[in-house]
């Protein structure tokens, strides 16, 4: 995921960002945000099994980059989000941004809220 941005060779990254751009042009903004999700929340539950301890480390950057960027965005005055849903999710991110910092961060608590927003996301997708 982003933590591991850094290894991959520049021309292969642009490849790789263009041939995904490509692929994901045919889904929905709302899929392509529950993928998000679902990505960090198995990263997380997989860094949870893994004995290496640089695992949780990126699992925890990753879970910090993706919350603070929808706290940001969802604080954003130009959200078309009801002002109530956004302080909601606004707080919960908040929550993970902070959990995500701790020291020994709670990975389980962090992919449970990221499967609940991934989860969220797709039934507002089926519903829409």
């Given at each position: 995921m982003l933590s591991e941005a850094q290894?991959?060779?520049r021309a292969?990254?642009?490849l790789?960002?263009?041939a995904y751009g490509a692929a994901q042009s045919g889904r929905s903004q709302r899929e392509q945000e529950a993928d998000?999700?679902?990505i960090l929340a198995a990263r997380l539950r997989n860094a949870m099994r893994d004995a290496s301890p640089m695992a949780s480390i990126r699992a925890a950057a990753d879970a910090h980059r993706v919350f603070a960027t929808v706290e940001g965005i969802v604080l954003d005055p130009v959200s078309t989000l009801p002002r109530e849903l956004r302080l909601t999710i606004a707080a919960v991110a908040r929550r993970a941004v902070k959990e995500a910092?701790?020291?020994e961060p709670d990975l389980d608590f962090l992919a449970s809220i990221a499967?609940?927003?991934a989860a969220g996301l797709g039934a507002?997708?089926?519903a829409a």
């Open positions: 290894d991959v060779p292969n990254a642009a790789a960002f263009r998000v999700f679902a910092s701790a020291p499967e609940d927003f507002r997708q089926r």
